[in-house]
């Protein structure tokens, strides 16, 4: 494939002007990758930037490729959503040409080696098991996220609004033109070799790509496999205005949050300003504050459950077009945190005389007469939302099971 101009690639990535630079992120939170990861012997311009929010005595790390017209500034704030809701480490790759990443016009091959480069810091360099590693791609990122998830065996993928193969979204659209390019990012293929869990949202009205693409993948997938086709949902929507349609899907299908506590090691060499490029090195006292809580080295404390959000500006997605906010509203929080307090109460004893309850139908019945409390119901059939949100709309699959789009806690147990 030719890595010169290419009318294909510069449509598949109409990188945008840059949202960020060296001191845009807080400290310790933009990295710097060396092709060779050898601190020692770098080719500093063709160093790769990452953005790494860590998450405190997470077990998981989530490597997220993003979509086509956004960069590192662009999706900090879906990124970070990740790291609060979710309780993983988030490492997010940057295209080259995309925000202050050198290497010219992006391609398929030098995403894909990005992708790769990045995969392989977390486990020869963090040396992270591949297994506790969940792949996120999200529309053109589809494409990396699946040629890496194919390489190893690795606990989980994510996609979301992913495509068939680049020729056969050219073929939605303009018919046989598409017998006249070179293929690009066979992901239909790709998702044969997967080894992980697998978890598609596609919207009904995507009309950029065709939520049958996201379907075709599912079907083809031979793994533990959900498919989440929300009827209103569009190719640049926001994830977060129904928890059904993403977050809770995430949390009850991987399981998550999980924890280990064993540290994480963060070479101090991947914050060095000598791995910049030469056009971007400045003075890097002025930073931002180092982030609060942040646990980039050493030991990291214990957990906490609390579910934590920031907001953020609406972010641009594929060829420039609007979408709308990812960043974190009081609703999908609410119902985030209602869920997680349930799946906490799951694991306390139960108790006579006292009760974990918080409605008014589940607190204990007078004493009988032999002077003892009933034991107080359980929440066996889940926790009950009563935050003000629209129910998911749509269809949800899952591999071996029943559709089932009232009750994800009955899918969970059944899962286990």
């Given at each position: 494939m030719s890595r010169g101009f290419n009318l294909v690639n510069t449509l598949l990535f109409p990188a945008p002007e840059a949202s960020y630079d060296l001191h845009t992120f807080p400290e310790e939170e933009l990295i710097w990758l060396p092709r060779s990861l050898d601190p020692e012997d770098p080719n500093v311009e063709a160093n790769v930037p990452c953005l790494f929010l860590t998450s405190n005595s997470?077990?998981?790390?989530?490597l997220y490729m993003h979509s086509n017209a956004e960069d590192l500034g662009r999706c900090y704030n879906f990124c970070n959503m990740l790291r609060m809701q979710f309780q993983v480490n988030v490492l997010a790759v940057e295209y080259p040409g995309y925000g202050i990443c050198p290497g010219g016009q992006a391609d398929e091959v030098s995403v894909i080696e990005n992708a790769k480069l990045a995969f392989r810091f977390v486990t020869e360099v963090l040396r992270y098991p591949s297994e506790d590693i969940i792949v996120l791609g999200r529309s053109v990122g589809s494409g990396p996220a699946l040629h890496v998830?194919?390489?190893?065996?690795?606990?989980?993928?994510i996609l979301i609004c992913p495509f068939l193969s680049v020729k056969e979204v050219v073929r939605c659209h303009l018919g046989r033109v598409a017998d006249l390019i070179e293929e690009r990012f066979p992901n239909?293929?790709?998702?044969?070799?997967i080894s992980g869990f697998l978890l598609i949202v596609h919207g009904k009205k995507d009309t950029v790509v065709p939520w049958t693409h996201g379907q075709e993948l599912f079907e083809t997938c031979t793994r533990r496999k959900r498919l989440v086709t929300p009827e209103d949902m569009t190719h640049n929507a926001s994830l977060l205005t129904d928890p059904g349609v993403f977050i809770m899907p995430v949390l009850q299908f991987?399981?998550?949050p999980d924890y280990s506590f064993e540290p994480l090691r963060i070479p101090s060499w991947v914050f060095d300003a000598t791995l910049t490029p030469t056009a971007l090195r400045t003075d890097r006292k002025a930073v931002a504050p180092k982030r609060q809580g942040a646990a980039c080295n050493g030991h990291r404390p214990a957990p906490k459950t609390q579910s934590r959000?920031?907001?953020?500006?609406?972010l641009k997605q594929l060829l420039g077009t609007s979408v709308e906010s990812d960043s974190a509203n009081?609703?999908?929080?609410?119902?985030v945190q209602m869920f997680l307090d349930w799946q906490d109460s799951r694991s306390r004893p139960l108790q006579s005389g006292g009760t974990y309850s918080k409605v008014a139908d589940d607190l204990p019945k007078p004493p009988d007469d032999d002077g003892f409390f009933k034991v107080p119901k359980s929440h066996n059939a889940g926790p009950t939302l009563t935050a003000p949100v629209a129910q998911l709309s749509g269809s949800v699959k899952t591999a071996d099971l029943t559709e089932d789009v009232e009750g994800w806690a009955r899918q969970e147990a059944m899962l286990t």
């Amino acid at each position: 494939m030719s890595r010169g101009f290419n009318l294909v690639n510069t449509l598949l990535f109409p990188a945008p002007e840059a949202s960020y630079d060296l001191h845009t992120f807080p400290e310790e939170e933009l990295i710097w990758l060396p092709r060779s990861l050898d601190p020692e012997d770098p080719n500093v311009e063709a160093n790769v930037p990452c953005l790494f929010l860590t998450s405190n005595s997470a077990r998981f790390v989530m490597l997220y490729m993003h979509s086509n017209a956004e960069d590192l500034g662009r999706c900090y704030n879906f990124c970070n959503m990740l790291r609060m809701q979710f309780q993983v480490n988030v490492l997010a790759v940057e295209y080259p040409g995309y925000g202050i990443c050198p290497g010219g016009q992006a391609d398929e091959v030098s995403v894909i080696e990005n992708a790769k480069l990045a995969f392989r810091f977390v486990t020869e360099v963090l040396r992270y098991p591949s297994e506790d590693i969940i792949v996120l791609g999200r529309s053109v990122g589809s494409g990396p996220a699946l040629h890496v998830a194919a390489m190893a065996k690795t606990y989980g993928v994510i996609l979301i609004c992913p495509f068939l193969s680049v020729k056969e979204v050219v073929r939605c659209h303009l018919g046989r033109v598409a017998d006249l390019i070179e293929e690009r990012f066979p992901n239909k293929e790709k998702i044969r070799d997967i080894s992980g869990f697998l978890l598609i949202v596609h919207g009904k009205k995507d009309t950029v790509v065709p939520w049958t693409h996201g379907q075709e993948l599912f079907e083809t997938c031979t793994r533990r496999k959900r498919l989440v086709t929300p009827e209103d949902m569009t190719h640049n929507a926001s994830l977060l205005t129904d928890p059904g349609v993403f977050i809770m899907p995430v949390l009850q299908f991987f399981g998550l949050p999980d924890y280990s506590f064993e540290p994480l090691r963060i070479p101090s060499w991947v914050f060095d300003a000598t791995l910049t490029p030469t056009a971007l090195r400045t003075d890097r006292k002025a930073v931002a504050p180092k982030r609060q809580g942040a646990a980039c080295n050493g030991h990291r404390p214990a957990p906490k459950t609390q579910s934590r959000l920031i907001a953020g500006s609406p972010l641009k997605q594929l060829l420039g077009t609007s979408v709308e906010s990812d960043s974190a509203n009081t609703t999908a929080d609410a119902a985030v945190q209602m869920f997680l307090d349930w799946q906490d109460s799951r694991s306390r004893p139960l108790q006579s005389g006292g009760t974990y309850s918080k409605v008014a139908d589940d607190l204990p019945k007078p004493p009988d007469d032999d002077g003892f409390f009933k034991v107080p119901k359980s929440h066996n059939a889940g926790p009950t939302l009563t935050a003000p949100v629209a129910q998911l709309s749509g269809s949800v699959k899952t591999a071996d099971l029943t559709e089932d789009v009232e009750g994800w806690a009955r899918q969970e147990a059944m899962l286990t």
